[in-house]
């Protein structure tokens, strides 16, 4: 891990040009402690990150990306779909970069076999349609004249981005959005308050969701299905009109505090412990 001194400059939060977009990673982040935005969103400054932290999930996504996008196609083609070789080659391509020891490497495609050989599972036996993997989405979200008291007029919107894992079509003609996660399956009561999947929703309900082959905007999503990787176990859930209405009210609010600069941090311990900016940050808890 690389050792960031303490800063010897005043933070520059203060009139640093403020981020164009907001996500649902920046919405988060902002909640949980809003210096630790300003470090990663308004400043742009590296945290610490550990070499390969997140080789394991990034290898699996990558792999399930790679695997539905040669699905798309060779559903286009007719063309045979790809298999598990498929899968396998992917993912070892993003672990072999990751920068991992040679037991960890070992170690994690013992870990990812099963997890690529559940997912094949999965997908032969699915009846949905894939429609896109990674699918990127943008809403423009009114924000009313006063939450920007001192911001200049244009930021009258704020623009919500992210991208989706997977999207799939139901045999039914409506709409799947599907989430990948690494480690611990959760069950329906984390799922069913997840806000990653409320922000997909919410990209849906408003038409930013679009077949990349076809550019048809897709309808909202019917369904939203978390698929926990390491077990090959899924959780379905949905949205309400007023949790997405709920969403949008956090965001505006959000945008809102972020645009007035309001940059103070919330230290804890747990918090501040896995946090990438804990040596650069002076009000970090270091009893964690
Ligand atoms: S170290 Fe703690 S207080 Fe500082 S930015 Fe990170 S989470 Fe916030």
Known sequence: MTIVEAPTTPLRAADAPLPAYES?????????CPRRYAFRYVERLPGEVSPGQFAFGNAVHKAFEVFIRQRIRVRAEGTP????????????????????????LAG???????????FLEREASSL????????????????????????????????????V??????????TEVLDYKTGRARGQVDVDADRQLTAYAYAG???ALRDP??????????????????????????????????????????????????????????????CEYRNLCPDARRDG
């Not at 779909?81 to 960890?104: I, N, S, T, Y």
């Not at 994690?108 to 099963?114: D, G, L």
Request: charged share 25%; proline share 6%.
């Open 213 to 274: 082959t076809t550019g048809e905007t897709l309808r909202p999503a019917s369904r939203l299905c978390v698929y926990f990787a390491d077990s090959g176990t899924e959780v379905l859930t949905g949205r309400t009109a007023a949790q997405l209405a709920a969403f949008e009210r956090d965001l505006v609010a959000m945008a809102g505090r972020a645009r007035r600069r309001e940059f103070d941090p919330r230290p804890d311990s747990w918090r501040c412990r896995w």
């Open 24 to 32: 649902y990673s920046s919405m988060s982040t902002y909640e949980a």
């Open 128 to 163: 949905s349609i894939p429609v896109a993997a990674e699918l990127g989405f943008g809403v423009n979200v009114a924000i009313a004249a006063e939450v920007f008291a001192e911001a200049p007029a244009e930021t009258s919107t704020v623009r919500f981005v992210g991208y």
């Open 205 to 207: 309900a408003r038409g």
């Open 165 to 174: 894992d997977r999207v799939d079509r139901a045999p039914d003609g409506s």
């Open 81 to 104: 779909e790809p298999g598990l070789d498929l899968l396998q080659r992917a993912c070892d391509q993003v672990l072999e970069r990751a920068g991992l020891e040679p037991g960890e």
């Open 108 to 118: 994690a495609r013992v870990r990812a076999a099963p997890v690529l050989a559940r």
